[in-house]
């Protein structure tokens, strides 16, 4: 069976009244709902998304609540050399 998953997107520090604001959509097969969760989980997961909430409509589709994707850590810089022949 498919699932349909519709992903919102909200800010970090939103305020309780902020509403999310619409991403991406993209389906699951799943042969239960419990499978159609973890399977929305770990594709949300893979797409480097911290879930905030996720919960089954009423068709039967799954709505997500996500939180923006980290920004990348940049590495870190190579130490500089000091300067004289040490």
Same mark, same amino acid.
């Given at each position: 069976?498919?699932?349909?998953?519709k992903?919102?997107?909200?800010?970090?520090?939103?305020k309780?009244?902020?509403?999310?604001?619409? #991403?991406?959509?993209?389906?699951?097969?799943?042969? @239960?709902?419990?499978?159609?969760?973890?399977? #929305?989980?770990?594709r949300?997961?893979?797409d480097?998304?911290?879930?905030?909430?996720?919960?089954? @409509?009423?068709?039967?589709?799954?709505?997500?609540?996500?939180?923006?994707?980290?920004?990348?850590?940049?590495?870190?810089?190579a #130490?500089?050399?000091?300067?004289?022949?040490?």
């Open positions: 069976m498919n699932f349909s998953v992903v919102l997107e909200i800010a970090r520090d939103a309780p009244e902020a509403k999310a604001v619409p #991403a991406t959509d993209f389906a699951v097969s799943a042969e @239960t709902l419990e499978d159609a969760r973890r399977a #929305a989980l770990a949300l997961a893979a480097g998304r911290s879930v905030r909430s996720l919960s089954f @409509t009423a068709d039967g589709g799954i709505a997500a609540v996500v939180l923006p994707k980290a920004k990348p850590v940049p590495p870190p810089r #130490a500089r050399r000091a300067k004289g022949g040490r």
